[in-house]
């Protein structure tokens, strides 16, 4: 499986390429933060840009996979829809095509007409990336294609890909929001019994280059399965005092924000943008735990870096499921899974981490948070 792992740092870094081109091109840009105000066409269009590049990495990614694996082909999910309402009410699928001119064609189709936006977009789609240097030789997984599904979420953190705010990252610091929270997630999993063995993840403002060359990106990889757990990262090593700090979003219920703080001290609550961005952060040790009481993130989110996790000792668990267990059936029985929707519930919702979640990197930091959180939701 290193085939796939390799082609899904590729593909990840030309999804990381499409994102940049977007905000770096300025006939893209503006459509990117174009107000929806004028005619209903305009509304309409702009319904938006943004689902467009989305739909646009999505699809780029299903392509090339199905390509070099057909029989993963029927089992790429993403987050978006392909199919599109123009301007003038025409329905159009987006699919990558077999040339640029091709691609470019059925773009200006959405774009209402417009060349220069549809053509950028279709030579960012087109163009092979750099080599990316992973050290992933001599890596031998015993699965096959016909084994896995694929959970792509083309763009996560939306709003601060949009709003763009430049952070200069250091090393060691949790920076809550800004373009680097925007993720590109590629996870892969069982399709027999859901547990995810792969995950990509590409940051694609990482570094903006001093001299004006734009930005460069940088990517994260893991797999567990079997015997076998690789990452990118090494584990965090734990600092003195054996302190527990824990991310959240800035939205999280008051309750959960109380119980963490008694458990960890209010200096050790940190709060960052994304859902995808918050799991980073603990598989790089910036926080030990993210939780989330509420059922708003998705298979989509959580697959890529619950891999990644999974590679270095810890996990994600469903949060709701993981309240209601004793502390020996916590970690694997309580763990997230990919494969099975949700049938009671309609779109979206039947992807969605209904229970909440927890990721950690430690068994025994997600029994202390559970042992906080037990009796207040």
């Known amino acids: 499986m290193a085939d796939l792992l390799s082609l899904l740092l590729r593909v990840a870094e030309k999804a990381a390429n499409v994102a940049r081109v977007c905000r770096q091109e300025a006939p893209l840009f503006q459509l990117l933060v174009q107000e929806k105000t004028g005619d209903d066409k305009n509304k309409k269009f702009v319904q938006d840009f943004k689902t467009l590049a989305d739909v646009v990495i999505q699809e780029m990614i299903r392509h090339d996979v199905g390509a070099q694996f057909p029989e993963m082909a029927g089992f790429i999910h993403g987050e978006e829809s392909n199919k599109f309402e123009n301007g003038l009410g025409e329905s159009v699928t987006v699919t990558v095509c077999g040339t640029e001119e091709e691609t470019a064609t059925l773009l200006a189709s959405v774009l209402d007409g417009d060349h220069t936006a549809a053509s950028l977009l279709a030579r960012a789609i087109h163009q092979d990336p750099a080599t990316i240097d ?41 920076f809550p929001s800004g373009l680097h929270c925007a993720l590109v997630l590629i996870g892969v999993y069982l399709r027999s019994t859901g547990e995810p063995v792969m995950g990509v993840i590409n940051q694609p403002f990482n570094y903006k280059d001093p001299a004006g060359r734009g930005w460069s990106g940088k990517h994260f990889w893991g797999v567990s399965c079997g015997g076998v757990n690789v990452c990118s990262e090494s584990r965090p090593k734990d600092g003195p005092g054996g ?101 009671e519930c309609k779109g979206a919702d039947r992807w969605a981490n209904h229970g909440g979640l927890v990721a950690y990197r430690d068994s025994c930091q997600l029994h202390r948070v559970t042992a906080a959180l037990k009796g207040k939701l």
């Open 134 to 174: 992973a050290n992933t030789d001599g890596l031998t997984v015993p699965l096959s294609p016909s084994e896995l599904g694929i959970w792509i979420d083309p763009i996560d953190a939306t709003s601060q890909y949009i709003e763009g705010r430049e952070e200069v990252l250091e090393e060691g610091h949790l």
């Open 243 to 343: 302190g527990l700090s824990v991310v959240l979003s800035s939205s999280e219920k008051q309750v959960v924000k109380e119980a963490l703080s008694s458990l960890c001290g209010p200096d050790k609550l940190m709060y960052a943008s994304g859902a995808g961005f918050k799991i980073l952060c603990v598989i790089q040790g910036l926080a030990d735990v993210y939780i989330l009481s509420e059922g708003s993130t998705f298979k989509w989110d959580s697959c890529a870096p619950h891999a990644l996790l999974r590679a270095l000792g810890g996990g994600v668990v469903d949060l709701a499921k993981s309240l209601q267990s004793s502390s020996e059936a916590q970690g694997r029985q309580t763990e997230l899974t990919y494969h099975q929707p949700y049938t």
